[in-house]
Every structure is written in C-alpha cells, then in structure tokens.
C-alpha cells in the first residue's frame, strides 16, 4: 500500500502561508459576461474589476439580479452554455487567464485550485450518492495517488475538520439525513478537501437560522486562518460583510460601482446606492414603529438599461447629464474607488 499522503496542513505550509498573506492570487480584469437572449445578446457584466489576496476576504454585495452569481460562474467557466459567454476581459490566476483556458485545464483546475460553495446544498449535492462517496469523488478526481482506503481516510479527516460529529458514521448518510447547517458543512468539506489556493462562497448562509450562521461563518475564518486561503463572498447582508470581509466591491446592475476596505464602506460609503444600502439597514437606536429605510424602485431589467448611469431611475442625487453619461471609476484614495457623475459635488 501507498504511504498515505495528508491532505492536512502541515506546519510547513501554514507557516508559508501565513507568509504570503496578502499576495494577490485571483486579479479580475475589466470582466464583461454576455448573454444570448431572443432579445439579441445582452451584457449582464460590464466592467467588474477586483483583487482577492491570500488569507483576506473579499464581498461581492447588492441586490437580487446585480451580477454578483454571474461574477462567481464566469470566474469558475460554469456560465449555462452556449448562452452565455465571458466576452470581455481577464481573470487572472498564476499568471493565466483562467477565461482562456481549455476545458481540460479549467476542469482540473476548478475544484482542486479555485473552489466554490454553492447557496443552496441540497441542490449542490447529489441527492442519490452518500456524503463520503461524493467527498471520496473529489480525491478521485484531483487526488489520483490514493487508493479507496486512503481516499477514505481523508474524507473522514475533512468531515472531522467542518465539526461533523461522527464523522465515520455519517460519511455513509445521504444528503437528505442531515440539517440544513451539516449540509452546508458537507460543501465545505468538498469545497476544501484540495486546499484552495482560492474559495468563492455564493451565499452560503442565506437559508440557515442566525444561529447556524454564525457557526458556519466562524467555521470558514478558522479554515482560512490554517490554510491561507483567499476568499470571495458573494452576499446581500452587510451584517454578514461586517463580520467576515476585508475589502468590499458594492455592484449594481452588472457593474462595480464602489470598492474599498469594510471600515471605508461602513464609515465613508460615498456611491448613492452604497448609502442607501446601509441606509437600509434596521438600527438599536430607531424609534420603534417607524417606516423602514429603502432604495426606492427596482433593479432595471437587463434588456433595458439606461444608457448612463445604471442607478438613474432611482438615485436620490441623480441630474439630467446622469441619464445619458456614463460614469468612470475614479480612484479618490489609495484603496477607495466610486464610480459617480457626481462624486465632487456631493464630496
């Protein structure tokens, strides 16, 4: 038998981790992701620009229909085709476009280098297959040195890891046997069983209790503590991005409209809709029974955005050059980027 290989962290390479903390590993590029509709084709990315660096983590926020999904899939190639298609730009990872690459490339290293967990686990694991043979499948794929027994083995380690009780007995369970919480556990075992060099998380909270939550978002600091690992969050709660974010990209119909660190956003957010974001957002200190803040009207259907700026029809400082001019992103710090008409004259 082979000598079993640990799919652990050994001290040696937390402390190269720990090492390269804040070296970027993911640069994405002026991304622009196109949709083949009966409308014609539809741009539903326009110009998404971001870092992920290791050991830190990295919020994608905004409303339902922002393109914060379609940044995540066009990232891992798992955009529905031939529908839709990155059209534009760069992602780069070690120095390759990971957009570029061939099937076979992206195939082996989606899963193994760039992982993902999914919003939804009872959709995202297979209802038929027992949690260890689709954790036992990853080792299969990416880990062809080991053999069943050692396959096994490094299953049961990762379930141990995500605070699985019973690990070895719950390895032969299927998907429908466990809690939302274990569920969500489960993904990320396989989301991590490779050790990353970098994690997106879709949601990965939205439908578990406050309780749960917490747990599974202290789970993944902890994972990313050992491991170094980057991490993209793809949310719609700033309560979570307060609690797990460094940086943060604010989108908003398919285009990055503010980004900067979590105590700028929290204390300076300087885009309308960033404010009226946190603006939105119930407060200890609120007269009990009053009317909640919101961001007035809806996201604008993809197939008829304004030909300026997209948060037109709803921005509380809009002007008449706002409907017709497109705003550029401007740099007004070192690590703060807005991209307003107005900016200077709302400063």
Do not use: W
């Amino acid at each position: 038998m082979k000598p079993l290989k640990s799919n652990l962290s050994s001290s040696h390479e937390q402390q190269e981790a720990i090492s390269n903390l804040g070296e970027v590993v993911l640069d994405v590029r002026q991304l622009e992701t196109t949709f083949t509709t009966e409308q014609g084709p539809i741009k539903v990315l326009d110009g998404v620009s971001f870092q992920a660096k290791r050991g830190q983590t990295i919020g994608i926020v905004g409303e339902s229909g922002c393109g914060k999904s379609v940044t995540s899939l066009s990232i891992m190639g798992l955009l529905p085709r031939p529908h839709g298609q990155v059209t534009g730009g760069e992602v780069i990872y070690k120095g390759q476009d990971v957009t570029k690459l061939p099937p076979e490339k992206l195939y082996e290293m989606r899963g193994d280098r760039i992982a993902m967990i999914f919003q939804e686990p009872m959709t995202a694991l297979n209802p038929v297959h027992t949690i260890g043979e689709q954790l036992c499948e990853v080792f299969r794929l990416h880990r062809p040195e080991f053999n069943k027994q050692q396959r096994k083995i490094e299953a049961i380690k990762m379930l141990k890891k995500v605070d699985i009780p019973a690990p070895e007995k719950r390895f032969d369970v299927y998907p429908h046997e466990l809690s939302g919480g274990m569920r969500q556990r489960v993904m990320i075992a396989i989301a991590l069983a490779c050790k990353p060099d970098i994690l997106i998380a879709d949601e990965p909270t939205t439908a578990l209790d406050v309780t749960i939550q917490a747990q599974i978002l202290s789970l993944m600091k902890d994972l990313q503590k050992e491991t170094g690992m980057a991490i993209i969050f793809i949310t719609h709660d700033l309560g979570v991005v307060a609690e797990i974010c460094d940086e943060v990209v604010v989108m908003y119909a398919g285009r990055a409209v503010e980004k900067t660190n979590v105590f700028e956003l929290f204390e300076n957010p300087r885009h309308p809709y960033s404010r009226g974001l946190l603006n939105s957002i119930p407060r200890l200190d609120d007269k009990p029974k009053t009317r909640l803040n919101t961001i007035e009207g809806s996201v604008p259907s993809l197939a008829d955005m304004p030909k300026g700026c997209r948060f037109y029809n709803r921005c509380p400082d809009r002007q008449n050059k706002c409907e017709s001019q497109t705003p550029v992103p401007e740099m007004i710090a070192d690590d703060h980027m807005v991209s307003c008409l107005r900016l200077k004259e709302l400063s």
